[in-house]
């Protein structure tokens, strides 16, 4: 029986944007916030501190409210994603987005309550054994909140964040899905969304690629003055908040937000810049063998053997589940299940959202996955990369509510170590050189988009953020910055590369992460260590992957690491060892093409 390529939201709350179920559904998370709003008044109102009993009633209303405001955000955003066009979800979103706004605020209020607390207070109040599973968030509230604005001028932001900040995100969302190109494939002219075009950097002929890339390119050309606009006034309002808090380095909190230190995010990228000569050898290769002089970016997903790539979406769901299957039995059932009980969109169609993503649904325990499926080995491993995801989130369905939210630097390490399980049962059963060759390439594309296009992305970014504080980036400059930014992080090993990068990577219009580029080298070196254990252990190692990723809400990534591998990541020495792996992978490719 064929495998289903719709999803099915229905069983969530049946009737889509008009489900009487879902308005129910707001309208209790309405009262959920409304009764915390009543705590926080109480709690605001103490001269001191409430004792243990009434923190822990307050953090588990905060967590159930979180619940049920993920599970409405994770609703509309599929709705949006499968019909851009949906006028009722863009005004449930409005709702959703005010509902947060009001969560938010008197979140905000809590923790500058806890920051205000004297420490000697503190100090014997966080051991009160009511409140022993809230210690490591409390503490860090308690510790990141910034004490420099007044609940008004907090209340104020959140206000002005719903039709200022977030509905710029919102705007480049909806533009992006509105945009149509015209393609030749197999010799028909065809009307794509910007999801299949992109799909077509794979595709087998270099005249399709290249065709995809000047079609994509120059319709973000066409549009880079309103794209420069959104970028500007999401960066411009982040900056100003940031300016309020009195925050001078613009990584101050993307780091708090990953639960990481500067001085690991800096043993990380020492490294990446260390290593880049065997990857630019790899490309360099790669391009001979498309015969170019140089790698051009149009075929940097090129396929390097002639073995047939097309894969049926089946085909994909039965791979992936007998892979699945070699790592352990929890990992097998939870994908059986995501597959037979429809939680992926993989439709090839236009009309729908041009990214994939992994939508949570806490409160019935369960996800959704986001794609265009192609029928390239990339569409698997961007399948695989997102039920990575959704296993994160069936991992945390036994953890309490406020510590079920980790960090994105760990959801990158879940995604990525999936991508791993895959190319290692497929690297064991190939029985020839081309094949071999083909999953090394598919190895090391992964490497360089870690090593060298993330780490244009943080450059980039950087230097953007710091251009717009003195006030706004034309799009002429950020083409500039772009180029300049993929130049270095490449090493000068790509040749005419995407200028709009800035345009069409939707990281940078996320408004809830920022940064949201450095949690994936993160977790794709942290990933490697993890699998060097597993394949030490064999299955074994499930229970111990599970109860890492359980305690990924609840500590900090140093922390976590040390806990679960024994190692020191603010050390050089730790991202050397994943280093070396990936390096190994680029040398076997050189040798396999001499």
């Given at each position: 029986m064929p495998?289903?390529v719709n999803?099915?939201l229905d069983?969530?709350?049946l009737?889509g944007?008009k489900?009487d179920q879902f308005i129910?559904?707001?309208?209790?998370?309405?009262g959920h916030?409304?009764?915390?709003?009543?705590?926080?008044?109480s709690f605001?109102?103490l001269?001191?501190?409430?004792?243990g009993a009434?923190?822990?009633?307050l953090?588990?209303k905060?967590g159930?409210?979180?619940i049920?405001?993920s599970?409405a955000?994770s609703f509309?955003?599929?709705?949006l994603?499968?019909?851009?066009?949906?006028?009722?979800a863009?005004?449930?979103?409005?709702?959703?987005?005010k509902?947060?706004?009001?969560?938010n605020?008197?979140l905000s209020k809590?923790k500058v309550?806890?920051?205000?607390?004297?420490?000697e207070?503190?100090v014997s109040?966080i051991?009160?054994?009511e409140?022993a599973?809230?210690?490591?968030?409390?503490n860090?509230?308690?510790?990141?909140?910034?004490?420099?604005l007044?609940?008004?001028?907090?209340s104020?932001i959140a206000?002005?964040m719903?039709?200022g900040?977030?509905?710029?995100g919102h705007l480049?969302n909806?533009?992006?899905?509105s945009?149509?190109?015209?393609i030749?494939?197999?010799g028909k002219e065809?009307?794509l969304?910007?999801?299949?075009a992109?799909?077509l950097?794979?595709?087998?002929?270099?005249?399709?690629r290249k065709e995809?890339?000047?079609?994509?390119?120059?319709?973000?050309?066409e549009?880079e003055e309103i794209f420069?606009?959104?970028?500007?006034?999401i960066?411009g309002f982040?900056?100003q908040?940031y300016q309020h808090?009195k925050?001078?380095?613009i990584?101050?909190?993307?780091?708090?937000?990953?639960?990481?230190t500067?001085?690991t995010i800096n043993?990380?990228?020492s490294?990446?810049?260390q290593?880049?000569k065997p990857?630019?050898?790899y490309?360099g290769r790669?391009a001979?063998l498309?015969?170019?002089p140089?790698?051009?970016?149009?075929n940097?997903?090129?396929?390097?053997t002639n073995?047939?790539s097309k894969i049926?979406?089946?085909e994909a769901v039965?791979?992936?589940?007998?892979?699945?299957?070699?790592f352990?039995?929890?990992l097998e059932?939870?994908?059986?299940h995501a597959?037979n009980?429809?939680?992926?969109e993989?439709?090839?169609?236009?009309?729908?959202?041009a990214f994939s993503y992994?939508?949570?649904f806490?409160?019935?325990g369960?996800?959704?996955?986001?794609?265009?499926?192609?029928?390239?080995f990339?569409?698997?491993l961007?399948?695989?990369h997102e039920?990575?995801?959704?296993?994160h989130?069936f991992?945390?369905?036994?953890?309490e509510?406020?510590n079920?939210?980790y960090?994105?630097s760990?959801?990158?390490?879940?995604?990525t170590?999936?991508?791993m399980?895959?190319?290692?049962?497929?690297?064991e059963?190939?029985?020839?050189?081309e094949e071999?060759?083909l999953?090394l390439?598919?190895?090391?594309k992964?490497?360089?988009?870690?090593?060298?296009n993330?780490?244009?992305?943080?450059?980039?970014?950087?230097?953007f953020?710091?251009?717009r504080?003195?006030g706004?980036?034309?799009?002429?400059r950020?083409n500039h910055l772009?180029?300049?930014?993929?130049?270095?992080?490449?090493?000068?090993?790509?040749?005419q590369?995407?200028?709009?990068?800035?345009?069409?990577?939707?990281?940078y219009?996320?408004t809830?992460s920022p940064?949201?580029?450095?949690?994936?080298?993160?977790?794709y070196?942290?990933?490697l260590?993890i699998?060097a254990k597993a394949?030490e252990?064999?299955?074994e190692?499930?229970?111990?992957?599970l109860?890492?990723l359980?305690d990924?809400?609840?500590?900090?990534?140093?922390?976590?690491v040390?806990?679960h591998?024994?190692e020191?990541?603010?050390?050089?020495d730790f991202?050397?060892k994943?280093m070396e792996?990936c390096?190994k992978?680029?040398?076997?490719?050189?040798t396999?093409t001499s």
């Amino acid at each position: 029986m064929p495998y289903e390529v719709n999803w099915n939201l229905d069983s969530i709350f049946l009737g889509g944007s008009k489900s009487d179920q879902f308005i129910n559904h707001l309208n209790e998370l309405e009262g959920h916030i409304h009764n915390i709003k009543r705590l926080v008044a109480s709690f605001n109102a103490l001269t001191s501190i409430g004792d243990g009993a009434n923190i822990a009633e307050l953090m588990t209303k905060i967590g159930e409210t979180r619940i049920h405001l993920s599970q409405a955000n994770s609703f509309v955003t599929c709705l949006l994603s499968q019909n851009p066009k949906n006028h009722d979800a863009v005004t449930l979103r409005g709702k959703i987005v005010k509902l947060e706004s009001d969560f938010n605020n008197e979140l905000s209020k809590v923790k500058v309550v806890l920051a205000n607390t004297k420490q000697e207070r503190w100090v014997s109040l966080i051991e009160a054994k009511e409140i022993a599973d809230y210690k490591f968030i409390l503490n860090e509230w308690r510790e990141n909140t910034n004490s420099h604005l007044s609940d008004d001028e907090q209340s104020l932001i959140a206000d002005l964040m719903v039709d200022g900040y977030h509905s710029w995100g919102h705007l480049y969302n909806a533009l992006v899905s509105s945009l149509k190109v015209n393609i030749e494939v197999d010799g028909k002219e065809k009307q794509l969304s910007i999801g299949q075009a992109i799909n077509l950097r794979s595709h087998p002929d270099e005249k399709v690629r290249k065709e995809a890339h000047q079609a994509l390119e120059a319709i973000y050309e066409e549009k880079e003055e309103i794209f420069a606009k959104i970028l500007n006034h999401i960066a411009g309002f982040r900056l100003q908040i940031y300016q309020h808090k009195k925050v001078e380095n613009i990584l101050e909190i993307p780091l708090k937000e990953n639960r990481i230190t500067e001085k690991t995010i800096n043993a990380m990228w020492s490294v990446v810049k260390q290593y880049k000569k065997p990857f630019s050898n790899y490309l360099g290769r790669k391009a001979e063998l498309t015969g170019n002089p140089s790698m051009k970016a149009y075929n940097f997903w090129a396929p390097i053997t002639n073995i047939s790539s097309k894969i049926q979406y089946d085909e994909a769901v039965i791979l992936i589940t007998k892979h699945f299957s070699q790592f352990g039995n929890e990992l097998e059932a939870f994908a059986k299940h995501a597959f037979n009980e429809g939680w992926i969109e993989a439709d090839d169609r236009d009309n729908k959202s041009a990214f994939s993503y992994c939508a949570s649904f806490p409160l019935t325990g369960e996800s959704r996955i986001f794609m265009t499926f192609g029928g390239t080995f990339l569409n698997v491993l961007t399948l695989v990369h997102e039920l990575g995801h959704a296993f994160h989130n069936f991992a945390m369905k036994p953890v309490e509510g406020v510590n079920k939210q980790y960090p994105m630097s760990i959801a990158e390490t879940a995604s990525t170590f999936a991508e791993m399980i895959i190319f290692d049962a497929a690297m064991e059963k190939a029985q020839s050189k081309e094949e071999r060759l083909l999953l090394l390439d598919e190895k090391l594309k992964r490497s360089v988009m870690n090593f060298m296009n993330i780490h244009s992305r943080f450059l980039f970014e950087q230097r953007f953020y710091e251009e717009r504080k003195k006030g706004l980036v034309s799009s002429r400059r950020l083409n500039h910055l772009m180029n300049e930014a993929i130049r270095e992080a490449y090493n000068g090993a790509l040749d005419q590369p995407s200028t709009y990068s800035w345009v069409w990577t939707p990281h940078y219009y996320i408004t809830h992460s920022p940064f949201y580029n450095f949690p994936y080298t993160f977790g794709y070196l942290f990933a490697l260590g993890i699998f060097a254990k597993a394949k030490e252990k064999g299955k074994e190692f499930e229970k111990d992957y599970l109860n890492l990723l359980r305690d990924s809400g609840s500590m900090t990534v140093e922390d976590l690491v040390m806990k679960h591998l024994g190692e020191d990541i603010t050390s050089k020495d730790f991202w050397e060892k994943g280093m070396e792996i990936c390096v190994k992978d680029a040398e076997e490719f050189l040798t396999l093409t001499s």
